[in-house]
């Protein structure tokens, strides 16, 4: 199985600030046949399910702001939140797609909190 | 917009099984090409995929639960299930389904990516 590892555990950023969230996969994914990486990031709010904001490491879901930005190829990934507002407060999670069977991995999760 | 919703017991005992559905609105399970999910996350915890059903109803499980797992789909109800068999404390968690979006690609199979994603239940096994 891919194992995904996320850094840091938490941060603190104030309003305004960006704010970076590292993610690392134990073996790539990115496949060489397309050119793309297989994975993805998730806003978790409290009592709420998680949330799509990008695929293909960088691509964009519809409707997230642009504020949220995904880069990196192979095996380490960064979400980046370029001004932090209040509503950005909450657990991200990426998830690799790429090795499929076996199976679908997330990583452990990094809580953003204001400053 | 397509939107799902979980449904099942709330408690479940210790060895027994853990069974779920989701109900799919705004849109039918067998049209398109998507892979119906479920993850589960225990309380404070990270997300851990389950397993899922393609519109075909070929199915992939999670190897560390796949000798306990069945996932299945009634189109008639546009609904998919999850069945868990004997569950202990550690199946203890919120439960979500969610729709997987993405594609085939050869020499890798298929993939997904999550949206959307189900309100989640919370099952707790205890006796």
């Known amino acids: 199985d891919i194992v995904m590892t996320q850094s840091p555990d938490s941060l603190a950023v104030s309003l305004g600030e960006r704010a970076t969230i590292n993610c690392k996969s134990s073996?790539?994914?990115?496949?060489?046949?397309?050119?793309?990486?297989?994975l993805a990031w998730y806003q978790q709010k409290p009592g709420q399910p998680p949330k799509l904001l990008i695929y293909?490491?960088?691509t964009r879901e519809s409707g997230v702001p642009d504020r949220f930005s995904g880069s990196g190829s192979g095996t380490d990934f960064t979400l980046t939140i370029s001004s932090l507002q209040a509503e950005d407060v909450a657990v991200y999670y990426c998830q690799q797609y790429y090795s499929t069977p076996p199976g679908i991995t997330f990583g452990p999760g990094t809580k953003v909190d204001i400053k | 917009q397509v939107q799902l919703q979980e449904s099942g017991p709330g408690l479940v005992k210790p060895s027994q099984t853990l069974s779920l559905t989701c109900t799919v609105s705004?849109?039918?399970?067998?049209?398109?090409?998507?892979?119906w999910s479920w993850i589960r996350q225990p309380a404070g915890k990270g997300l851990e995929w389950i397993g899922r059903?393609?519109?075909?109803?070929?199915?992939n499980y999670n190897p560390s639960l796949k000798s306990r797992v069945t996932i299945s789909v009634d189109t008639s109800k546009n609904q998919f299930s999850l069945k868990l068999s004997s569950v202990t404390a550690a199946d203890t968690a919120v439960y979500y389904c969610?729709?997987?979006?993405?594609?085939?690609?050869?020499?890798?199979?298929?993939?997904?990516?999550?949206?959307?994603w189900g309100q989640g239940t919370l099952v707790t096994v205890s006796s």
């Open positions: 293909w490491a960088s």
């Open positions: 705004g849109g039918s399970i067998s049209s398109g090409s998507y892979y």
């Open positions: 969610a729709r997987g979006l993405g594609g085939y690609s050869y020499g890798l199979g298929g993939y997904n990516w999550f949206d959307p």
């Open positions: 073996q790539s994914v990115l496949y060489s046949s397309n050119n793309k990486n297989y």
């Open positions: 059903i393609y519109t075909s109803g070929s199915t």
